[in-house]
């Protein structure tokens, strides 16, 4: 169980994440989610004993994390500047790994290597954004780290790079069931992994929620533009789009089941809502009005 008691992070007058209190109990995938500057960076910096809370304290398994040899070797934080020498080759880096991390799997790390098609004996610096990504998340998922945090780690990776990370990471949680925290923007392309989702705003927890309890907030209703339209009058619209006819519209909340069972009647489907839709909804100050 990892525990945020009043975790407050400052640099100097700028206060970037402001006493938040958050439980999050291991063994699940926690999805961060917040716009740019929402403090993700600087929260996970704290939960990973990277950096001394201002005020607060964080707990990991009831101890306090922070120079924490203990809870450092169970964790494994990788970020955007990846803390490896740019002039080693990833053979070598992941060799170095190995020896600091006892849980360290070089086979598995070599096999995620070729999958994401990274050469062994390529130098860190002659990566492409896209690849240095890429051994972020070799380095991140063959450490076996009971604590995994992956921040923004998908940077510049194509859409198969992004798609093997997604599917490794599922495969290998799976397998090794331990607890990860994944920030992103790219929500809904990775939202289906996510058990758990926390939204930051403006340093302070704004949500902290099961992924499906959340995709419950709202619905999507489907058909003739006309009775969609009559439908979404009087009720707070997300989103919608056209094709032809059809008009598709997302709902903030659930309508009622009887004006649901009479919509339907009516020949309108109903559907969840994604992920992504209600973060925009919830973190933006001017949701759109329902127009007929
Ligand atoms: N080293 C620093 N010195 C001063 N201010 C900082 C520093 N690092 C971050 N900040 C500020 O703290 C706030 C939160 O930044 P942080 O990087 O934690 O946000 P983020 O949610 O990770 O953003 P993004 O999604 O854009 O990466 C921002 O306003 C940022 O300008």
Redesign the pocket.
């Given at each position: 169980m990892i525990e945020l008691r009043d975790v407050s992070?400052r640099?100097?007058r700028?206060?970037?994440?402001s006493e938040v209190n958050l439980d999050l109990p291991a063994g699940k995938i926690y999805g961060l989610l917040?716009?740019?500057?929402?403090?993700?960076?600087?929260?996970?910096?704290a939960l990973a004993s990277y950096r001394r809370p201002s005020t607060g304290r964080v707990l990991v398994n009831g101890a306090e994390a922070y120079e924490n040899p203990e809870v450092m070797r169970s964790t494994c934080f990788i970020r955007d500047s990846l803390d490896v020498t740019e002039t080693d080759r990833l053979q070598g880096v992941c060799k170095v790994a190995g020896w600091l991390r006892p849980t360290f799997d070089s086979e598995y790390a070599a096999k995620l290597l070729d999958l994401f098609q990274l050469d062994p004996r390529e130098r860190v610096m002659r990566l492409s954004r896209g690849q240095k990504s890429a051994l972020g998340v070799v380095l991140g998922l063959a450490a076996r780290a009971p604590l995994t945090i992956l921040?923004?780690s998908y940077l510049g990776m194509d859409a198969v790079a992004r798609s093997t990370f997604y599917r490794e990471v599922l495969a290998d949680y799976l397998a090794h069931p331990r607890t990860f925290i994944l920030?992103t923007?790219l929500i809904e392309e990775v939202a289906d992994l996510f058990e758990r989702v926390v939204i930051?705003d403006r340093?302070r927890v704004l949500l902290h929620e099961e992924t499906e309890q959340l995709r419950g907030r709202g619905v999507t209703v489907t058909g003739p533009a006309a009775a969609v339209g009559e439908f979404v009058t009087g009720r707070t619209v997300l989103s919608e789009r056209s094709l032809g006819g059809i008009r598709e519209a997302t709902l903030d909340g659930r309508p009622d089941p009887a004006d649901v069972a009479r919509a339907e009647a009516a020949g309108l489907t109903f559907g969840p809502v994604g992920v992504q839709e209600l973060f925009v909804h919830l973190t933006s100050s001017q949701p759109l009005e329902a127009t007929r």
């Amino acid at each position: 169980m990892i525990e945020l008691r009043d975790v407050s992070v400052r640099y100097g007058r700028k206060t970037a994440v402001s006493e938040v209190n958050l439980d999050l109990p291991a063994g699940k995938i926690y999805g961060l989610l917040g716009r740019n500057g929402s403090g993700k960076t600087s929260l996970l910096s704290a939960l990973a004993s990277y950096r001394r809370p201002s005020t607060g304290r964080v707990l990991v398994n009831g101890a306090e994390a922070y120079e924490n040899p203990e809870v450092m070797r169970s964790t494994c934080f990788i970020r955007d500047s990846l803390d490896v020498t740019e002039t080693d080759r990833l053979q070598g880096v992941c060799k170095v790994a190995g020896w600091l991390r006892p849980t360290f799997d070089s086979e598995y790390a070599a096999k995620l290597l070729d999958l994401f098609q990274l050469d062994p004996r390529e130098r860190v610096m002659r990566l492409s954004r896209g690849q240095k990504s890429a051994l972020g998340v070799v380095l991140g998922l063959a450490a076996r780290a009971p604590l995994t945090i992956l921040d923004e780690s998908y940077l510049g990776m194509d859409a198969v790079a992004r798609s093997t990370f997604y599917r490794e990471v599922l495969a290998d949680y799976l397998a090794h069931p331990r607890t990860f925290i994944l920030s992103t923007h790219l929500i809904e392309e990775v939202a289906d992994l996510f058990e758990r989702v926390v939204i930051l705003d403006r340093g302070r927890v704004l949500l902290h929620e099961e992924t499906e309890q959340l995709r419950g907030r709202g619905v999507t209703v489907t058909g003739p533009a006309a009775a969609v339209g009559e439908f979404v009058t009087g009720r707070t619209v997300l989103s919608e789009r056209s094709l032809g006819g059809i008009r598709e519209a997302t709902l903030d909340g659930r309508p009622d089941p009887a004006d649901v069972a009479r919509a339907e009647a009516a020949g309108l489907t109903f559907g969840p809502v994604g992920v992504q839709e209600l973060f925009v909804h919830l973190t933006s100050s001017q949701p759109l009005e329902a127009t007929r």
